[in-house]
């Protein structure tokens, strides 16, 4: 999903402030925002003891990682992923980072076209999109995704995952022409990319259908999945680690939270068949990885055509795009 560098051009540090005084009744000192992650907009937040706190907006307005069917559909799924993370953390997972509820209970509040939701400050590392900084904390991140696809909990909140490719309408009409690719520094480049890769990127989405016709049959190995397991997502903390951003939490197969870290050991699929008593099975691995560049491409070539002028944010979309589409 898309990289974020820059801060909402219609979300302000002090629309952030007055969300989190008014919503969770944090009396605000500061708001810096912080040029980090994917797919959502991040905030660093102190309150007046110096108590810290994490805000996360998320645009309800395109598709993306929140996926199709508008901005009521896509807030409906958000609140059901992150009260999923709630009851997971309420049913003793301690590596779930889960959002702290509002006055009311509500997990996301609404304004300008995002939904915002508040966090509390970990003290831990990060890392960045990546390979895992180490094979003790892929392994501890195994056992967090072995945790929950274990857990029964709150099964009936989950958003389903439909395995559907996020703006892949529109990326449909940019390869038949429908939506042209006129003015804009990255027209023409972004034109010869597709042209070049027309043939290749049909013939991906023609076998992620049936994949996915064949992922219906397997409806009852489905268990709550993060979606996004990856060393990004994780933080090494004092006795062990935690997984952050359950916004793509869902009910899927449970290669969809393996992939992230097969691919970097194969004998991790074998340890997990030991702990669950589930075989990993090797086309539901590559039916996720392949949604995964797919949904890539699809983000990055609809940022692209909408650009305007170039900055950081488009030029780490131009480069990962071309990357995803040579990986394809």
């Known amino acids: 999903m898309g990289r974020v560098l820059l801060p909402p051009r219609d979300l302000t540090d002090a629309d952030v402030a007055g ?27 102190v309150d007046a003891l110096g108590a810290r706190w994490f805000a996360t907006a998320d645009d309800l307005r395109a598709p993306g990682h ?23 953390r309420a049913a003793g997972i301690a590596a779930v980072v889960a959002p702290t509820p509002t006055a009311e209970g509500a997990v996301t509040v609404r304004r300008e076209g995002h939904a915002i939701s508040l966090y509390p400050h970990v003290d831990g590392e990060s890392f960045g999109w990546g390979p895992f900084p180490s ?9 967090v995704v072995v945790e929950v696809h274990t857990t029964s909990t709150a099964s009936d909140l989950v958003p389903p995952n439909d395995l559907a490719v996020p703006g892949r309408a529109d990326l449909e009409a940019l390869l038949d022409r429908r939506t042209t690719v006129a003015g804009g520094p990255y027209a023409a480049r972004l034109a010869e990319l597709l042209d070049r890769h027309d043939a290749d ?4 989405l023609r076998a992620h259908d049936q994949a996915v016709d ?21 933080m090494a903390v004092l006795g062990g680690v935690r997984l952050v951003d359950w916004d793509t939490t869902a009910l899927g197969q449970p290669e969809r939270d393996l992939w992230f870290l097969v691919r970097e050991d194969a004998e991790l699929a074998a ?20 949604w995964f560049a797919l949904a890539d491409v699809a983000a990055f070539a ?8 170039e900055d950081a944010e488009t030029e780490v979309a131009w480069e990962a795009l071309r990357a995803e589409v040579a990986g394809l």
């Not at 064949?214 to 994780?234: F, K, Q, S």
């Open 135 to 143: 094979a003790a904390v892929r392994d501890a991140a195994l056992d």
């Open 19 to 45: 969300v989190v005084a008014g919503g969770w009744g944090v009396d605000v000192r500061s708001v810096t925002y912080l040029p980090v992650g994917f797919g959502s907009h991040h905030w660093a937040v």
């Open 271 to 290: 340890r997990y068949a030991r702990q669950t008593g589930v075989e990993v099975r090797d086309d539901l691995l590559d039916l996720h990885r392949e």
């Open 201 to 204: 990127l049909r013939a991906r």
């Open 66 to 88: 929140l996926g199709e069917g508008g901005p009521d559909a896509r807030h409906d799924r958000l609140d059901r992923a992150l009260s999923t993370a709630r009851s997971l």
């Open 302 to 309: 609809v940022q692209l055509a909408g650009a305007v002028s």
């Open 214 to 234: 064949a992922e219906a049959a397997l409806a009852d190995r489905r268990v709550i999945t993060h979606g996004e397991p990856h060393a990004g997502n994780v």
